[in-house]
């Protein structure tokens, strides 16, 4: 880990949530994970929080159902101190749902719904989206809708290993023109790469500092 980046360096499981009074304590700032169901989400946030098996990887896409809370901690070393703090990775269900009933997908559209538009503490939404397939509408208004709500997004190409250097970075820039992004707005990630890795960390990072949720301490957390 380079001086003065951030690294995760522990992440637990902490609840499962359909409502805000389920919601757990303390609170700390959010960041919450979304995308189409079967982009990479759980095999991503176990790459960010570098544990296998923590988030659980399905071959059915849909499998996640609730809001799922992670509670991480980071820390990065600058100059001669040490800077931690913690917050929550929060994992939502994926929309475009597979093999569920009606009733099933406007029950979780509603308590994803509440969660984005009422959450107190997130901070920050990463939204997933496989780089391998072009953007589909769903994408693009759960994008335009999130940030209508006045929710900070930050876009995440996963899948980036499934195709060349150039292929990936073509499909990078089809996006950020499609949808006017910046290159702050959208990155590229792949499981396999580790600057990958350190870079969403350290965007995440820096939108939470960059906001007044954060506070980081020289004490605890080990």
């Known amino acids: 880990m380079a001086k003065g980046q951030w690294d995760v360096v522990k992440a637990d499981f902490v609840t499962s949530a359909v409502q805000a009074d389920q919601y757990p304590k303390p ?6 994970f979304i995308g189409r169901s079967n982009v ?8 960010v ?6 988030a659980r990887v399905s071959a059915t896409p849909g499998k996640t159902q609730t809001l799922n809370f992670y509670q991480l901690q980071a820390k990065r070393t600058l100059d001669d101190a040490v800077d931690r703090t ?6 939502l269900p994926g929309y475009g749902f597979a093999r569920t009933n009606r009733h099933n997908k406007e029950i ?3 308590f994803i719904r509440n969660y984005l538009t009422d959450a107190p503490d997130l901070v920050l939404v990463c939204q997933l989206i496989d780089i391998r397939h072009r953007l589909m509408d769903s994408d693009i208004e759960a994008y335009q809708w999130m940030v209508s709500c ?14 060349s ?7 990078v820039a089809a996006v950020q023109r499609e949808m006017s992004l910046t290159d702050a707005q959208v990155m590229a990630y792949s499981v396999l790469q580790p600057v990958m890795r350190f870079e969403l960390i350290n965007r995440i990072l820096g939108t939470l500092l960059s ?11 080990r």
């Open 27 to 32: 609170s700390l700032p959010q960041v919450a």
């Open 40 to 47: 990479g989400k759980s095999s991503l946030i176990n790459s």
């Open 49 to 54: 929080c570098r544990r296998n098996g923590l």
């Open 86 to 91: 913690q917050f929550y990775l929060v994992d």
């Open 108 to 110: 979780w559209s509603g």
């Open 150 to 163: 006045g929710l900070q997004v930050q876009l995440v190409l996963t899948k980036m290993d499934k195709l």
């Open 165 to 171: 250097k150039s292929a990936a970075m073509a499909q």
């Open 211 to 221: 906001s007044s949720e954060v506070v980081t301490e020289a004490p605890a957390l």
